[in-house]
């Protein structure tokens, strides 16, 4: 007999979707913007046309919020999971990203200085969160398989789990 899906918090569940979508869209319009404004590293084919540092920006502004609720989450519901080196990794990278991202000037990038601090860190959150994103889907892989996964995907919603219930959530420790 097959087990069911494991239960994940519906504020759980919706912190980590939002993320899942905008952290490859961060990443990779922030690919973009690295092949289009700074080559110092690595030259790539991929010269596109357009306002990316704008849209690699507005991307980073929609993720703010969320990274700003799901730290909160993490530190006063999911204290355990942050247990997992692969959950912390993530999580620490997207702090890295969102606070080093929020420090940054978007002229920088178009006047060629490419030698502020902030940049830096931000470059450095972009490489960790890739080797986080990637230990993390294989962590819950290992530990739980497909269907460990797919919980994350589900869209049952338990009656004290409603969207009613997460300020209670965020409120108490765990």
């Not at 909160?72 to 247990?83: C, D, F, N, S, T």
């Amino acid at each position: 007999m097959a087990r069911p899906i494991p239960y994940q918090p519906s504020l759980l569940r919706l912190l980590h979707g939002i993320t899942a979508i905008l952290v490859p869209l961060a990443w990779l319009s922030g690919l973009v913007v690295l092949a289009n404004h700074d080559g110092r590293w690595l030259r790539l084919p991929l010269t596109v046309p357009g306002e990316w540092i704008d849209i690699h920006g507005t991307v980073g502004a929609l993720l703010w919020p969320v990274a700003l609720l799901f730290v909160v989450y993490a530190i006063r519901v999911g204290r355990v999971r942050l247990r997992q080196a692969a959950n912390a990794a993530a999580l620490l990278g997207l702090v890295l990203a969102v606070g080093s991202g929020k420090l940054m000037q978007e002229d920088w990038l178009r006047t060629g200085q490419l030698d502020h601090l902030p940049y830096h860190l931000h470059l450095v959150a972009w490489m960790l969160i890739t080797g986080a994103v990637i230990w993390h889907v294989c962590s819950v892989l290992r530990r739980g398989g497909v269907r460990f996964a797919a919980s994350m995907g589900q869209l049952h919603v338990r009656d004290n789990d409603g969207p009613r219930h997460w300020a209670t959530q965020l409120l108490q420790r765990r």
